[in-house]
């Protein structure tokens, strides 16, 4: 689990690098990232089915992006990024890659078909986030309003 | 909420004074928009931070009216009022400089505060549009190379073969970076770095130092894997730019087909 933490961080931060992200944002990168991949983790290993594992985990990552934006007055992307990026289901593309290749194409399309699910739970995780993230700047603007 | 009622001021504030709406530089505060979106949009942002940027610089400057419409490929950007005035500007290469991102959206807050004349802002994106903002080459590749062997890690690789999966990735990544340096055609670089990624870790495992092939590509061929683009694509999605959502979608599955294509490709070798 400590090697778990560790790796997801520094992979993170190591991913923030590829993209150039400021210097000063690294450290905040490899903090969404580790704080993703940990929930991913733990889920997966108490046997929580994958899709729903990644979902909960893009939006985690998604939320925590918005605050770190607001609080450090940078695009939200940078922190989006590298926090997805451990959740990217490599290792099932590649199963369902090699199994293409291997001319086993029943099983290879049902791992592609499980890849696509993953990435739209990736997806839905940001648009649920961003909802939530509307939801709360409209409330705020109507306490604003109502106040003065 | 400042900012909203700052765009709502200065609309205000141009429309009740039309006679001062005639020393407004008009092509200046175009040029402004334009670089600064232009330099969003090589640089790896979403559509409509690219947008939202360009019209409150406009508004910033005293344009209440203004329209932007970005796609990866190009943007038009017009000014409505007295002067209208539209201006195209084409975008054929794109990178990722997420530090350029950031600098662009601090002078843009800037202009917001009324800290800064559109010639000044001119001077300083044109400064940030030449400069190299990254990361130097080797600190990339080291990245790249500490990210493979991570990524191992957590998907449950052994210890043993962290460094072979270390120099695949940054192997794979040098040569990514050096065939975009080299070729315009972006895939077919993707393309060979996977193929190379499957062959030096087939090489390691042939002569017996890695132990798991698997792990060690899936590790390896991480740092290839188009993260940016995925993201871009599904928030352009969820804010509506259909046209630059799908196109980045695209441009992502044909990368990650690129990918699939040259490990695929790796394992006929074996």
């Not at chain 2, 601090?106 to 202009?111: A, G, K, W």
Request: include cysteine; proline fraction near 3%; glycine fraction near 8%.
């Amino acid at each position: 689990m400590i090697a778990q933490l560790i790796t997801s961080f520094i992979a993170s931060a190591a991913f923030g690098v590829i993209f150039n992200v400021p210097k000063n944002s690294l450290f905040q990168c490899g903090f969404v990232g580790m704080l993703g991949w940990i929930l991913y983790f733990a889920l997966v290993e108490n046997e929580i089915n994958s899709i729903i594992a990644t979902l909960a985990s893009a939006f985690i990552v998604a939320v925590i992006s918005q605050y770190f934006a607001k609080r450090y007055k940078t695009p939200i992307t940078i922190f989006n990024v590298s926090g997805i990026i451990p959740l990217v289901p490599g290792g099932l593309s590649y199963d369902a890659m090699k199994h293409f290749v291997g001319n086993d194409f029943y099983v290879a399309v049902q791992l592609a078909a499980k890849v696509f699910m993953l990435a739209g739970a990736i997806a839905m995780g940001l648009i649920f986030a961003e909802v939530m993230n509307q939801l709360v700047t409209k409330y705020n603007r109507r306490k604003v309003r109502l106040r003065s | 909420m400042i900012i909203y009622l700052l765009l709502s001021e200065t609309h205000a504030g141009s429309n009740g004074e039309d006679k001062m709406d005639d020393r407004l530089p008009y092509n200046e505060i175009i040029d402004v928009c334009l670089l600064a979106g232009k330099i969003m949009l090589q640089n790896g942002a979403e559509t409509s931070r690219v947008e939202d940027t360009m019209v409150r610089i406009a508004a910033a400057f005293g344009c209440g009216e203004s329209h932007s419409f970005s796609t990866p490929t190009g943007i038009i950007f017009s000014l409505d009022g007295m002067h209208p005035a539209s201006k195209l500007i084409r975008v054929s290469q794109r990178s990722t400089d997420l530090h350029k991102v950031t600098l662009v959206n601090s002078i843009s807050r800037s202009i917001s505060n009324k800290e800064m004349s559109p010639e000044e802002a001119y001077i300083r994106l044109k400064q940030i549009e030449k400069a190299g903002m990254g990361y130097p080459m080797w600190v990339q590749v080291f990245a790249a190379f500490i990210a493979s062997g991570c990524f191992l890690i957590m998907f449950q690789g052994q210890w043993s073969d962290f460094i072979w999966s270390c120099i695949a990735g940054a192997m794979g990544f040098s040569c990514l970076l050096y065939l975009h340096w080299l070729l315009e055609v972006r895939f077919f670089a993707e393309f060979i770095a996977s193929l190379v990624v499957g062959l030096v870790a087939m090489f390691f495992v042939q002569i017996g130092v890695g132990s798991n092939l698997d792990t060690i590509i899936i590790g390896a061929v991480m740092p290839l894997v188009p993260g940016l683009l995925i993201t871009n694509a599904a928030r352009d999605l969820i804010a509506g730019h259909l046209v630059s959502g799908l196109s980045k979608g695209a441009d992502a599955g044909l990368t990650a087909l690129a990918i699939g294509a040259g490990i695929s490709a790796a394992f006929v070798f074996l």
